[in-house]
């Protein structure tokens, strides 16, 4: 399904077993230094193309936001290890763009990285979509139509 397709009513994710939730972000801090910014700001989509023509690498999803100078990704992971797997092998894009970083942003304070983990058990995560794209963790994992009913996030919680 496109991304843009609005699909009318109320939908949950659906998505088996545990996964990884992913936050990363770069913050402008200095506008004027681009030379600072740009290869970091130009590694992401490098490493996202290489996961997108690698899917058993383990991402199964990512979303894009920019709020002031702050660019966030929510990315799904299937696991933790292959997230860390990909963060430290020599073969992918990114532990070249990390040391590339460290060598030429380190703590300067031109650009800011951050990232969050957080581990998601099966059944130990909630959503609700209403006349909404498939997105975030429902295009990630299944999209499931619910009913239009007065359920609330604790019910459909201890429902799994």
Same mark, same amino acid.
């Given at each position: 399904?496109?991304?843009?397709?609005?699909?009318?009513?109320?939908?949950?994710?659906?998505?088996?077993?545990?996964?990884?939730?992913?936050?990363?972000?770069?913050?402008?801090?200095?506008?004027?230094? @681009?030379?600072?910014?740009?290869?970091?700001?130009?590694?992401?989509?490098?490493?996202?193309?290489?996961?997108?023509?690698?899917p058993e690498k383990g991402l199964l999803g990512v979303r894009m936001a920019m709020s002031g100078r702050t660019v966030s990704l929510v990315q799904y992971w299937r696991s933790? *290890?292959?997230? *860390?797997?990909?963060?430290r092998n020599t073969d992918d894009p990114h532990l070249a763009s990390w040391r590339a970083f460290n060598r030429t942003v380190g703590d300067n304070g031109d650009v800011g990285i951050f990232h969050e983990t957080y581990?998601?058990?099966a059944?130990?995560? *909630?959503? @609700?979509?209403?006349?909404m794209p498939v997105m975030g963790l429902a295009e990630a994992g299944e999209s499931v139509m619910l009913g239009m009913g007065r359920d609330t996030a604790r019910t459909r919680l201890t429902r799994r």
């Open positions: 399904m496109a991304r843009t397709t609005i699909r009318n009513g109320r939908a949950t994710a659906q998505i088996d077993g545990d996964f990884v939730v992913f936050l990363i972000g770069l913050r402008f801090n200095r506008l004027w230094k @681009v030379r600072s910014w740009l290869g970091p700001f130009l590694a992401m989509p490098k490493m996202l193309q290489d996961l997108r023509q690698h933790f *290890e292959q997230l *860390e797997a990909f963060a581990r998601v058990h059944g130990d995560h *909630e959503s @609700v979509y209403v006349n």
